[in-house]
């Protein structure tokens, strides 16, 4: 049984589609082998999108360009809990009503607004979304979007397919493993009724101390990125998914997280050009189908004072008009405090279509919002043509994306897609392929069961990113203790006291070798008095940097260090494979490691890495 909460995610009787897609399908004339027509627009030309726009009313043309979270499992039966977090937030209980009272182009699904707790319920939510928009006068399918990036930002978990994320792929160089992550997770999500993916991050992270990008960029050569890039976009676009590049122009260089303050990047317009619009145009190239604004402001690019997501001469002159991009244009979230800090939010949506944006995504008030949109049309600010634009290509990527034909998922689909052997075999080929060696001293790796059997696994222990086992000291202990070590698996926390500390080096002495994970090492951290004194015990110490591979530069002393570039599973797994010798690492830094010491100074360069 599946959640009943939703209905059945069995196919609607083909009655049902054909009286809820009618208006669509009349206005566009479909012949039948246009359907499906996922990745080719041509079927759908303009003219038939015009006529299908000219029916909409001035309000059903603003609801397209925003795209809205909501809460919820069930379309029009969801948790009282998430019913009053509706109320409280957006003024109407269900998606159901978002749909029917904001007539939004799309919707974003979020874990934590209980949309993804299964495939077939996930799969139900869709389509009860669709049936509630194209049941309305002149009804069309809703783009359902969410942030799939892998690694350590993923809003569909298991069983869903989880791969390593973007930085982990870099340390692999593969551009057939970058397609194939886009191949796989783009036909998962397809069959779940989701078909605008947010990424894949096209940022180049060449600041160590970004606190929001770092693994999630494939790495900090631009030529590189742009490849991965590239790969990954075009598997996903040909699984009928629309990808997402972010976060133009470029989040790459900021020690400043833009969910939470005002990032300015200080790049020349010759270092722009060189490095972070290189992916971007790699992107272009490909044919990507949406691009999403940073909130970041540029004074190279636009010396106003305003971040790009509000920036007529970042997104129309520059992405527009010198980069020739005429896909869709997304803003990052509203809700982030970036775009927030020098406007009110109901200037911010109109500033971002006068700037050239076409989807509004997730602002903290969609009613706010949407009536500043609407007035500002009606006063004259904002022209009906200039809505108009942004709303044919909305239309131009749901009718590319198939979603006009065919905008309900069955649970056939989601069973011959979703997390499937053959998917999550190929997550665990580019886990094996992206771990990375960095110290390797007197050659301790690969472990030997017959000298180093008793293993004590110690880590960090960040809460697992959505939908994995975790924690991962215990994934990290089961995964080698299938291998045929005896490991026990003891959380130390980010932060370990000097408690915890000393009870860690208490258990090491029945220990024949340590496994520490390690999570962003600072030079004054106590996981960096954790791994001293573990190693002063004389017992052979394996460290795990689990996100950042930065902490090698920390943890001089150590007999052994590994780069997994996230904490998911499916890498803490590779992990052991390496550590046990079933798999030599074959990864390579993606990005340099500086000395802690002394930052200007080359640790590990680009490209560096072990094997045995």
């Known amino acids: 049984m599946h959640d009943s909460g939703t209905g059945s995610t069995r196919h609607p009787s083909r009655r049902?589609?054909?009286?809820?897609?009618?208006?669509?399908?009349?206005?566009?004339?479909?012949?039948?082998?246009?359907?499906?027509?996922?990745?080719?627009?041509?079927?759908?030309?303009?003219?038939?999108?015009?006529?299908?726009?000219?029916?909409?009313?001035?309000?059903?043309?603003?609801?397209?360009?925003?795209?809205?979270?909501?809460?919820?499992?069930?379309a029009t039966a969801p948790d009282q809990a998430d019913i009053d977090a509706n109320l409280q937030e957006i003024g109407v209980r269900t998606a159901a009503e978002l749909v029917a009272k904001y007539r939004v182009g799309g919707i974003i699904y979020f874990a934590w607004a209980h949309n993804t707790r299964d495939p077939h319920q996930i799969a139900?939510?869709?389509?009860?979304?669709?049936?509630?928009?194209?049941?309305?006068?002149?009804?069309?399918?809703?783009?359902?979007?969410?942030?799939?990036?892998?690694?350590?930002?993923?809003?569909?978990?298991?069983?869903?397919?989880?791969?390593?994320?973007?930085?982990?792929?870099?340390?692999?160089?593969?551009?057939?493993?970058?397609?194939?992550?886009?191949?796989?997770a783009g036909a998962e999500l397809r069959a779940l009724g989701i078909l605008q993916d947010y990424g894949t991050d096209a940022d180049v992270n060449v600041n160590p101390a970004n606190p929001v990008i770092g693994v999630r960029s494939f790495g900090a050569d631009p030529d590189a990125v742009a490849g991965l890039v590239a790969a990954e976009v075009s598997g996903y676009q040909n699984s009928g998914v629309a990808a997402t590049a972010k976060h133009f122009p470029g989040h790459g260089d900021t020690a400043v997280d833009s969910h939470y303050g005002f990032p300015v990047i200080t790049h020349s317009r010759e270092v722009w050009d060189k490095l972070d619009a290189v992916p971007f145009r790699a992107a272009i190239r490909a044919g990507i189908d949406s691009i999403m604004t940073a909130h970041?402001?540029?004074?190279?690019?636009?010396?106003?004072?305003?971040?790009?997501t509000l920036s007529h001469p970042i997104l129309t002159g520059i992405l527009r008009g010198e980069l020739g991009y005429d896909g869709v244009v997304v803003t990052d979230s509203l809700g982030m405090q970036g775009v927030r800090e020098k406007y009110g939010d109901d200037r911010v949506a109109v500033l971002a279509l006068k700037a050239g944006v076409d989807q509004l995504l997730n602002p903290p008030s969609l009613d706010v919002a949407w009536n500043a949109v609407l007035n500002a049309v009606k006063s004259g600010e904002l022209t009906e043509a200039r809505l108009d634009e942004s709303v044919l290509r909305v239309l131009r990527l749901k009718a590319k994306r198939g979603l006009l034909d065919q905008p309900y998922v069955s649970a056939k689909g989601v069973d011959k897609a979703v997390g499937i052997p053959a998917h999550l075999r190929a997550a665990d080929r580019v886990a094996d392929d992206s771990t990375t060696l960095l110290v390797n001293k007197r050659h301790l790796l690969p472990l030997s069961r017959r000298t180093h059997r008793r293993l004590l696994i110690l880590g960090a222990d960040p809460a697992s990113p959505s939908g994995t086992d975790g924690p991962p000291t215990t994934v990290l202990a089961n995964s080698l203790t299938a291998l045929g070590f005896t490991a026990t698996a003891l959380s130390t926390g980010t932060a370990p006291s000097a408690a915890t500390i000393a009870s860690a080096v208490a258990a090491a002495k029945d220990a024949d070798a340590v496994v520490v994970g390690t999570y962003n090492v600072s030079a004054a951290d106590s996981q960096r008095t954790l791994v001293d004194q573990l190693v002063a015990t004389g017992k052979p110490v394996i460290a795990v940097a689990v996100r950042n591979p930065y902490d090698v530069a920390q943890l001089p002393d150590v007999a052994a260090c590994l780069a997994t570039y996230s904490w998911t599973d499916v890498e803490l797994r590779a992990a052991a494979r390496v550590i046990a010798g079933q798999v030599k690492p074959q990864g390579r830094l993606p990005v340099p490691v500086q000395r802690a010491d002394d930052p200007e100074q080359v640790l590990y360069p680009l490209g560096y890495g072990l094997s045995y």
Request: charged share 15%.
């Open 16 to 74: 049902t589609v054909l009286a809820a897609t009618a208006g669509v399908a009349a206005a566009l004339a479909l012949a039948p082998d246009t359907a499906l027509a996922a990745g080719n627009a041509a079927g759908h030309d303009d003219e038939r999108l015009t006529a299908l726009l000219s029916r909409m009313t001035l309000e059903e043309k603003v609801g397209q360009l925003f795209v809205m979270r909501v809460y919820g499992h069930s």
């Open 124 to 184: 139900d939510l869709s389509n009860g979304i669709q049936r509630a928009s194209l049941g309305l006068p002149r009804g069309l399918p809703v783009l359902i979007a969410t942030d799939q990036e892998h690694g350590i930002v993923a809003r569909v978990g298991k069983p869903a397919t989880l791969f390593p994320g973007a930085m982990a792929i870099g340390a692999s160089g593969s551009r057939a493993h970058a397609r194939t992550v886009g191949r796989i």
């Open 296 to 308: 970041i402001m540029v004074p190279a690019l636009d010396d106003s004072g305003d971040p790009a």
